[in-house]
């Protein structure tokens, strides 16, 4: 279910943008936390450890490493990459 560009390196991360989301979305005003929980289950992605601020839901698929890289891979969602 993931792009090749995110299975490269492995998905330390995935953002979701409070203020911008594909029309489908919630009509594209941004993601909500059940949308963002159904996109990581659709991409076979832990939706567990959610962390949530005024701008943006995370969801932390294991502890950052180094290098970390930033993909966008659709509107609002972001996935930061990095070796474990």
Do not use: Y
């Amino acid at each position: 279910m993931l792009t090749a560009a995110m299975k490269t390196r492995p998905v330390q991360s995935v953002r979701f943008d409070k203020t911008e989301s594909p029309p489908h979305i919630n009509d594209g005003e941004g993601w909500t936390v059940d949308a963002a929980r159904d996109w990581c289950v659709r991409h076979e992605l832990s939706n567990e450890q959610k962390i949530e601020d005024a701008t943006f839901i995370r969801f932390n698929q294991f502890a950052a490493g180094r290098p970390p890289e930033l993909l966008e891979v659709e509107d609002g969602v972001t996935v930061l990459r990095c070796e474990k």
